[in-house]
T-cell receptor, first 111, second 115 residues
Framework: QQPVQSPQAVILREGEDAVINCSSS?????VHWYRQKHGEAPVFLMI?????EQKGHEKISASFNEKKQQSSLYLTASQLSYSGTYFC????????????FGTGTLLAVQP | DVKVTQSSRYLVKRTGEKVFLECVQD?????MFWYRQDPGLGLRLIYF???????EKGDIPEGYSVSREKKERFSLILESASTNQTSMYLC??????????????FGAGSRLTVL
């Protein structure tokens, strides 16, 4: 079963912050975050492992609540280049390396 | 950088035709995957492979088969294409560590239209 992402879409002005949530009905081993710009392939952003630390780079960070089977992606002081569709991919506790992706969150950053 | 190459960016086929989508990766990755991307449905896993000649069904394998005769190549086969298989198909590969740290590298996608 696919994880549920919210919101489905969000429009921001440059410099504003956003949070994208990913919720699974299954116990998770890891959560991945990817971004897909229009017409391009999805690109890896970060991975969060069960029992691991919160990841982040630049102004994009994420958290993983294992008990709630949820992850959140935080985009701070958004830039035009952050526009795209964000996907979370979840791996269940068997660590099978098989990723099940959510339905995506469309983020549009406007000047 | 790992490169995942999908041989066809755009294909138009007729209902009932047999369709081959080819994917090649150049970094000796163990795992390879085929996803289908549709608006509002995200990325859905069709099939994946952990090793040569090995395959496992994903969430939506019906109407598809796969072939992995060589480590670097993973083919998706539509035995008899139908209009509901019109979609964007994404191939991906990952290193193969059993650690939950496998990062997927995606190809650019193959947009298939079945008429």
């Amino acid at each position: 079963q696919q994880p549920v992402q919210s919101p489905q879409a969000v429009i921001l002005r440059e410099g504003e912050d956003a949070v994208i949530n990913c919720s699974s009905s299954k116990a998770l081993y890891s959560v991945h975050w990817y971004r897909q710009k229009h017409g391009e392939a999805p690109v890896f952003l970060m991975i969060l492992l069960k029992g691991g630390e919160q990841k982040g780079h630049e102004k994009i960070s994420a958290s993983f609540n294992e008990k709630k089977q949820q992850s959140s992606l935080y985009l701070t002081a958004s830039q035009l280049s952050y526009s795209g569709t964000y996907f979370c991919g979840t791996e269940d506790t068997r660590a099978t390396n098989k990723l099940i992706f959510g339905t995506g969150t469309l983020l549009a950053v406007q000047p | 950088d790992v490169k995942v190459t999908q041989s066809s960016r755009y294909l138009v086929k007729r209902t009932g035709e047999k369709v081959f989508l080819e994917c090649v990766q150049d970094m000796d990755h163990e795992n390879m995957f085929w996803y289908r991307q549709d608006p509002g449905l995200g990325l859905r896993l069709i099939y994946f492979s952990y090793d040569v000649k090995m395959k496992e069904k994903g969430d939506i394998p019906e109407g598809y088969s796969v072939s992995r005769e060589k480590k670097e190549r993973f083919s998706l086969i539509l035995e008899s294409a139908s209009t509901n298989q019109t979609s964007m198909y994404l191939c991906a590969s990952s290193l193969g560590l059993i650690s939950g740290a496998n990062v997927l590298t995606f190809g650019a996608g193959s947009r298939l239209t079945v008429l």
